[in-house]
């Protein structure tokens, strides 16, 4: 095990369970379930969707505003997790917390914006 | 630790933001949509941060805040926010043209086609960004600064969005000023790579003591001053300026030839006398050459336009000529005869840009013909417009352009840049076509086609800003002691 190449044994093991426990996986279910296809369910898709039509794509605009929107608060949390690791160290304390909240309600006018400009309602 | 923050020093930019804010979320609350209260919101947001920087300035003294405590790193004490005199100036500088520009943004409103609520946050939010610029003393703060000026610009360029010359104007200011965003985050990224510094004051020192690496040192400045040309338009990144003046609202043509640029010098300033001080041999060629090649671009290109903003355009992209020359001249306290242009400039643009407004009400494509026998329609308008005119010419009745003008003479003739001195001059004098070929179609006689629409009355809010300007130009005129000490 030791060695320069012993730390790649380590590699291999993990590469090897990991395929073991996918394919363990599909063959207990291959056992268990019943076997009735349709063509529906033969059908490949993705993510519930079914690959209709060519590479390009449209998607409904709207997605966009609500991509947007999740870009606010993906950022939002760039900021709360190193935040979240310190605000209790000593030295902190309430102040941290504040300024926290602070910078969280400028970027809860983003969504007070949108649902006031009914971005959230599909129809 | 938790840093200590001095309110007092940050109080401008907070006011801004809180009133950037506020707007937003009076537009969603209140049940009509109402331009004009939004208008006047945002007018106290601006003269509540005016006041504060008056108030610092009465005050006196220096602000420094969000500070690192000396280290290792080298000397200074390492502060991301000082309040100086520089500050102060082009803070001053940015709100008076804030003010300005938002009572322009009231005639331009007042039509009901561009959404007041938003159009007024993105304003209040450029005008954040370029007021917090002066007061920033690491990189990284310059660059968000900056950020924070162009992005909101992009959006209000394309608010007018049933004008298909708007969207166009968005869409390359987008492209031009995102590539030079990139193209200065390489030359920051350097330039800390090689010192592992962020605080300018510290950066020059840490530079000089790298060794060998004049060529990495020389290819990041060159990067850093390329993404400055473009947010200055100066040559060879000018050429968004006449399509993109032209087709964004007038208002917004104002805030991108005073503030935006106006912060981008600032950035510059602060750069170049501060951050790469020890650095001088290096850009201070470059710095030349490059502003002696703004003016005459910019000069020969207007000689040709015919509509109103091009021609606008291009004479700003030749004062940012002129702006440059002082900042070739290595050491010293030259840059002060730059920001004392930048504040003169300031104030008799805007008022071309307040007169130009409310007569691209009645004339859709905004020609220079247009202005043909204003002085018989709307001779208050003309008389202004052509005093802005004379002053940005350097003629005498326009004593504030001249004065500008000398200075920044002065300072490159010392400074030892004759030549300089020699473009610039011979600059000024085609300049002095076009502009006085516009001041002469002011007080001819009028074509007497059909179709000639009367001339509406004055908006109240445009004609303010016209008074405003014409005030304040005067002011310079007759004392520029004010900006000349203030700027020294």
């Given at each position: 095990?030791?060695?320069?190449?012993?730390?790649?044994?380590?590699?291999?093991?993990?590469?090897?369970?990991?395929?073991?426990?996918?394919?363990?996986?599909?063959?207990?279910?291959?056992?268990?379930?019943?076997?009735?296809?349709?063509?529906?369910?033969?059908?490949?898709?993705?993510?519930?969707?079914?690959?209709?039509?060519?590479?390009?794509?449209?998607?409904?605009?709207r997605y966009y505003v609500f991509t947007y929107l999740y870009v606010v608060f993906a950022v939002d949390a760039v900021f709360l997790f190193p935040w979240a690791?310190?605000f209790?160290?000593?030295?902190f304390?309430v102040t941290t917390l504040v300024e926290m909240f602070v910078f969280l309600i400028f970027i809860a006018l983003g969504i007070l914006y949108a649902w006031r400009k009914r971005v959230l309602t599909w129809? | 630790?938790?840093?200590?923050i001095?309110y007092?020093?940050i109080?401008?930019p907070l006011a801004l933001a809180s009133a950037a804010g506020l707007v937003l979320l009076l537009d969603v609350f209140l049940p009509?949509?109402?331009?004009?209260?939004l208008?006047?919101v945002a007018?106290?947001g601006?003269?509540?941060?005016?006041?504060?920087?008056?108030?610092?300035?009465?005050?006196?003294?220096?602000?420094?805040?969000?500070?690192?405590?000396?280290?290792?790193?080298?000397?200074?004490?390492?502060?991301?926010?000082?309040?100086?005199?520089?500050?102060?100036?082009?803070?001053?500088?940015?709100?008076?043209?804030?003010?300005?520009?938002?009572?322009?943004?009231?005639?331009?409103?007042?039509?009901?086609?561009?959404p007041p609520g938003e159009w007024y946050f993105l304003l209040l939010c450029a005008?954040t960004g370029?007021?917090l610029?002066?007061?920033?003393?690491?990189?990284?703060?310059?660059?968000v600064?900056?950020e924070l000026?162009?992005l909101p610009?992009?959006a209000?360029?394309?608010?007018?969005?049933?004008?298909?010359?708007?969207?166009?104007?968005?869409?390359?200011?987008?492209?031009?000023?995102?590539?030079?965003?990139?193209?200065?985050?390489?030359?920051?990224?350097?330039?800390?790579?090689?010192?592992?510094?962020?605080?300018?004051?510290?950066?020059?020192?840490?530079?000089?003591?790298?060794?060998?690496?004049?060529?990495?040192?020389?290819?990041?400045?060159?990067?850093?001053?390329?993404?400055?040309?473009?947010?200055?338009?100066?040559?060879?990144?000018?050429?968004?300026?006449?399509?993109?003046?032209?087709?964004?609202?007038?208002?917004?043509?104002?805030?991108?030839?005073?503030?935006?640029?106006?912060?981008?010098?600032?950035?510059?300033?602060?750069?170049?006398?501060?951050?790469?001080?020890?650095?001088?041999?290096?850009?201070?060629?470059?710095?030349?050459?490059?502003?002696?090649?703004?003016?005459?671009?910019?000069?020969?290109?207007?000689?040709?336009?015919?509509?109103?903003?091009?021609?606008?355009?291009?004479?700003?992209?030749?004062?940012?000529?002129?702006?440059?020359?002082?900042?070739?001249?290595?050491?010293?306290?030259?840059?002060?005869?730059?920001?004392?242009?930048?504040?003169?400039?300031?104030?008799?643009?805007?008022?071309?840009?307040?007169?130009?407004?409310?007569?691209?009400?009645?004339?859709?494509?905004?020609?220079?013909?247009?202005?043909?026998?204003?002085?018989?329609?709307?001779?208050?308008?003309?008389?202004?417009?052509?005093?802005?005119?004379?002053?940005?010419?350097?003629?005498?009745?326009?004593?504030?352009?001249?004065?500008?003008?000398?200075?920044?003479?002065?300072?490159?003739?010392?400074?030892?840049?004759?030549?300089?001195?020699?473009?610039?001059?011979?600059?000024?004098?085609?300049?002095?076509?076009?502009?006085?070929?516009?001041?002469?179609?002011?007080?001819?006689?009028?074509?007497?086609?059909?179709?000639?629409?009367?001339?509406?009355?004055?908006?109240?809010?445009?004609?303010?800003?016209?008074?405003?300007?014409?005030?304040?130009?005067?002011?310079?005129?007759?004392?520029?002691?004010?900006?000349?000490?203030?700027?020294?």
């Amino acid at each position: 095990m030791s060695g320069y190449f012993g730390s790649y044994l380590v590699v291999a093991i993990l590469l090897g369970t990991g395929l073991a426990i996918v394919a363990g996986a599909l063959l207990v279910n291959r056992l268990l379930r019943p076997h009735r296809p349709t063509p529906e369910k033969l059908l490949t898709y993705e993510c519930g969707v079914d690959p209709v039509g060519e590479g390009w794509a449209q998607s409904q605009v709207r997605y966009y505003v609500f991509t947007y929107l999740y870009v606010v608060f993906a950022v939002d949390a760039v900021f709360l997790f190193p935040w979240a690791t310190v605000f209790a160290a000593p030295g902190f304390g309430v102040t941290t917390l504040v300024e926290m909240f602070v910078f969280l309600i400028f970027i809860a006018l983003g969504i007070l914006y949108a649902w006031r400009k009914r971005v959230l309602t599909w129809t | 630790m938790i840093q200590s923050i001095d309110y007092v020093a940050i109080g401008a930019p907070l006011a801004l933001a809180s009133a950037a804010g506020l707007v937003l979320l009076l537009d969603v609350f209140l049940p009509r949509r109402t331009p004009g209260a939004l208008g006047l919101v945002a007018l106290a947001g601006v003269l509540v941060a005016g006041g504060l920087v008056a108030a610092q300035a009465a005050g006196g003294g220096e602000r420094r805040t969000f500070c690192v405590p000396a280290s290792g790193a080298g000397p200074g004490d390492g502060c991301s926010f000082v309040v100086d005199g520089f500050t102060l100036v082009l803070s001053g500088l940015v709100l008076g043209a804030g003010v300005v520009v938002v009572l322009l943004s009231m005639t331009e409103l007042a039509e009901r086609r561009i959404p007041p609520g938003e159009w007024y946050f993105l304003l209040l939010c450029a005008l954040t960004g370029a007021v917090l610029l002066p007061a920033a003393r690491d990189l990284a703060t310059l660059v968000v600064a900056l950020e924070l000026v162009s992005l909101p610009v992009f959006a209000l360029t394309a608010l007018k969005r049933y004008d298909g010359r708007a969207s166009e104007a968005a869409l390359k200011l987008f492209l031009v000023s995102v590539v030079s965003t990139a193209v200065m985050l390489f030359g920051v990224s350097l330039l800390y790579g090689l010192t592992g510094t962020l605080h300018l004051d510290r950066l020059s020192a840490a530079l000089s003591a790298v060794p060998g690496a004049s060529g990495v040192v020389a290819v990041a400045v060159v990067l850093v001053l390329a993404g400055f040309a473009f947010k200055v338009a100066a040559v060879p990144f000018h050429f968004w300026a006449g399509d993109v003046y032209q087709g964004a609202p007038v208002p917004v043509a104002a805030l991108l030839s005073v503030v935006s640029k106006a912060a981008g010098f600032a950035g510059l300033i602060l750069i170049l006398t501060t951050g790469l001080r020890e650095q001088a041999a290096l850009w201070g060629p470059v710095i030349a050459v490059v502003s002696a090649l703004t003016m005459t671009a910019g000069n020969v290109l207007a000689l040709r336009q015919r509509a109103a903003l091009r021609l606008l355009a291009w004479s700003s992209v030749a004062q940012s000529g002129y702006i440059l020359a002082p900042l070739a001249v290595v050491g010293g306290n030259a840059f002060a005869a730059s920001v004392a242009y930048l504040v003169i400039y300031a104030a008799m643009n805007l008022g071309a840009f307040a007169v130009v407004m409310p007569v691209s009400r009645t004339a859709a494509r905004n020609e220079l013909d247009d202005y043909r026998g204003l002085a018989s329609r709307r001779p208050v308008a003309a008389v202004a417009l052509a005093f802005f005119l004379v002053c940005l010419a350097g003629l005498p009745p326009g004593l504030a352009g001249l004065f500008a003008k000398v200075v920044v003479f002065r300072q490159i003739v010392e400074g030892g840049l004759g030549w300089l001195a020699v473009v610039m001059a011979v600059n000024t004098v085609i300049g002095l076509y076009y502009y006085i070929s516009w001041t002469a179609r002011l007080f001819a006689p009028a074509p007497s086609g059909p179709g000639r629409v009367p001339a509406a009355p004055m908006p109240v809010s445009a004609s303010v800003a016209v008074g405003l300007a014409v005030l304040v130009t005067l002011a310079f005129s007759v004392a520029p002691q004010l900006v000349l000490s203030a700027s020294g």
